[in-house]
């Protein structure tokens, strides 16, 4: 089945960074665009960035936009989340999600298998 796994979450101060990978496994993942997503506590799930199949196209929200890069290496399935300059507000539990149309969209709605979720916690 497919099964999407990310990792690199953790607790940092304001101004770090991290970087967040996920692991797919049971699809071609070339085939596929990828995108991450986040949930602040007691706020719905919001659009973080998004990479087309081969990496030639991204797309961010403006709230990461110059702070956050997604990347991806689909010889390790493997899709990335740079997360520089982090701030308190980007706490929250992140997501890499797989859009099967490889439209790289903002919607969550259009994504097919998600993973389990990987904490940042970014302290002030």
């Known amino acids: 089945q497919v099964k999407l796994v990310e990792s690199g979450g953790g607790l940092v101060q304001a101004g770090g960074s991290l970087r967040l990978s996920c692991v797919t496994s049971?699809?071609?993942?070339?085939?596929?665009?990828m995108g991450w997503f986040r949930q602040a506590p007691g706020k719905v799930r919001e659009f973080v960035a998004t990479i087309s199949w081969s990496g030639g196209a991204t797309d961010y929200a403006d709230s990461v936009k110059g702070r956050f890069t997604i990347s991806r290496d689909n010889s390790k399935n493997s899709v990335y989340l740079q997360m520089n300059n982090l701030k308190p507000e980007d706490t929250g539990v992140y997501y890499c999600a797989s859009d099967p149309n490889g439209l790289i969209p903002r919607n969550e709605h259009e994504y097919d298998y998600w993973g389990q979720g990987t904490q940042v916690t970014v302290s002030s």
């Open positions: 049971g699809r071609t993942f070339s085939d596929y665009a």
